[in-house]
């Protein structure tokens, strides 16, 4: 049984706790503009969480130069090999969601990997709009 | 799989592995500027410099960890004095060629440095000569630069040392350049590296310039996919996709209940 991390945008109150637990997760200081998932305003009072849709035909991984992305059979999720990765930054553009981000200062390109397959920000999102589920 | 001693501990790793992957593999450090995973070993930093002894021979010799291939019985020490004497002379060295480099002098203060021995150059730029950035061009396909020159007169260039026409202004060299040597410049929707220009594409949302036009369409070409992909920076392309998100899915969502 695969899952998937789904998000709800009807359910997002934009708390942004999400990008708290992100950033603790996977940067050391915890700064939340280096979360790998961002909640984007839409509309007065409505918010959607953006983080990657690890998409079936991705257009990361087809625009790398170097084969640094690819996905882990594992989690489904695409992640991006820091040893192979030049900084090159072609997927960063090419994303058609702009879900690739790039961690300052180091300038490393970063991307939702579902935390290996317990995404820190479905465990503390207060209302479900982010949920790690079985499909 | 091989076995080999590495700080007096016992280590197995793949055979072909690099005598620095199976060091920090083991947990160990050894300090590099020249080294990324990404590319070639080049041995041009001299800093993951190690001390060595093959089995059965009684004599140790100091080497380059990143090209030296880690082989079954191989004695390693990495912060032996011959290592540490070997890695001190090297950041002497560098310190006296590149005194304006924090990274240097960070390095080298690491090891008791705060000044070098020899006089330093004050006349040099940053550049450790490290080929990084010709390997990364080389290894993303353009091969726009190169070193050039031998000797004192080593440096890095592009051909004819001419504003290089192979190049895409991606700016993958300035990114890996571990002593932020290489100059570019955005202003006003052009980039400026390697001394040329390069007219930038804009963001058809918040009209950032945020790409080379010709690393646009080197990407188009061998990625496959379609210009459109490239239309937007990052940011728009997120925020448009969170616009379509609420649309599709909060909005629709609605009028389907109201039906």
């Not at chain 2, 072909?16 to 995973?37: M, S, W």
């Not at chain 2, 690491?110 to 290894?139: A, F, K, M, T, W």
Request: net charge positive.
């Amino acid at each position: 049984m695969s899952r998937m991390l789904t998000v709800t945008p009807g359910r997002c109150i934009g708390c942004r706790t999400c990008e708290v637990a992100c950033a603790f997760r996977h940067a050391d200081a915890g700064v939340p503009g280096r979360s790998r998932v961002q909640v984007r305003a839409v509309a007065k009072d409505v918010w959607v969480p953006m983080l990657c849709l690890q998409c079936d035909e991705a257009a990361c991984v087809k625009a790398c130069p170097v084969l640094a992305l690819w996905r882990n059979p594992e989690t489904g999720a695409i992640e991006v090999h820091a040893d192979r990765c030049v900084r090159c930054n072609a997927c960063v553009v090419a994303c058609p969601f702009g879900n690739m981000a790039v961690e300052s200062p180091a300038k490393a390109v970063v991307k939702c990997d579902v935390c290996g397959g317990d995404p820190a920000c479905a465990q503390f999102c207060p209302t479900r709009a982010l949920e790690y589920l079985e499909v | 799989m091989l076995n080999l001693d590495i700080n007096g501990r016992r280590v197995t790793v793949r055979k072909g592995t690099a005598l620095l992957a199976a060091i920090r593999e083991a947990g160990f450090d050894v300090p590099t500027l020249c080294h990324h995973e990404a590319l070639e070993p080049y041995g041009a930093c001299r800093l993951c410099v190690v001390e060595v002894r093959e089995p059965g021979r009684s004599k140790t010799r100091v080497v380059t960890s990143c090209n030296y291939p880690a082989s079954a019985g191989l004695e390693v020490e990495t912060e032996s004095d011959a290592v540490v004497h070997t890695r001190r002379e090297v950041l002497d060295l560098l310190l006296a060629r590149c005194p304006g480099s924090s990274v240097i002098r960070q390095l080298a203060a690491s090891v008791g440095l705060r000044r070098s021995s020899y006089p330093p150059d004050q006349n040099r730029d940053n550049c450790i000569l490290c080929g990084l950035c010709v390997r990364v061009c080389e290894h993303l396909g353009y091969s726009a630069i190169t070193l050039a020159g031998r000797g004192g007169g080593r440096e890095v260039a592009a051909p004819l040392k001419e504003p290089p026409p192979d190049c895409v202004g991606c700016g993958a060299c300035v990114r890996i350049c571990p002593t932020g040597n290489i100059p570019l410049v955005d202003r006003d929707g052009m980039r400026r590296v390697w001394d040329r220009d390069f007219e930038m594409v804009r963001c058809t949302g918040c009209g950032r310039a945020y790409i080379t036009r010709e690393y646009l369409q080197s990407r188009v070409a061998s990625s496959g996919l379609p210009a459109s992909h490239f239309e937007l920076c990052d940011e728009c392309s997120r925020s448009r996709a969170a616009q379509t998100m609420y649309q599709h899915m909060v909005l629709g969502d609605k009028e389907a209940s109201h039906e």
